[in-house]
């Protein structure tokens, strides 16, 4: 079992940052590959970025390659979201999740998930 809890969310103009944070409990956190996804009203919830166990491998969504990055300390079983150059498109609520084994752009394969933390964008 893991256990997921988003921070970091807000109100942010367009151009500015924001760092998301997801905090996990439970079983070891170094097995899992983590995701952020995001989902506003209306649409369905999308791959944003993923990082491998390791911290060595990760990948982006298109929408946000060059703006986003996503890191983990396993120390602290922490992953985080950097997010540069926001867009008022950038605005959803986010969504820290867990995989053991599937495929890592897919949301149905993430076993865990955060409640979410919501991120505005104004233009």
């Known amino acids: 079992q893991v256990q997921l809890v988003e921070s970091g969310g807000g109100l942010v103009q367009a151009g500015g940052s924001l760092r998301l944070s997801c905090a996990a409990s439970g079983d070891t956190f170094s097995r899992y590959t983590m995701g952020w996804f995001r989902q506003a009203p209306g649409w369905e919830r999308e791959f944003v970025a993923t990082i491998s166990r390791s911290g060595g491998g990760t990948d982006y969504a298109s929408s946000v390659k060059g703006r986003f990055t996503i890191s983990r300390d396993n120390a602290k079983n922490m992953v985080y979201l950097q997010m540069n150059s926001l867009k008022p498109e950038d605005t959803a609520i986010y969504y820290c999740?867990?995989?053991?084994?599937?495929?890592?752009?897919?949301?149905?394969?993430?076993?865990?998930w955060g409640q979410g933390t919501q991120v505005t964008v104004s233009s």
């Open positions: 999740a867990a995989l053991l084994l599937g495929s890592w752009n897919l949301a149905s394969a993430y076993r865990y």
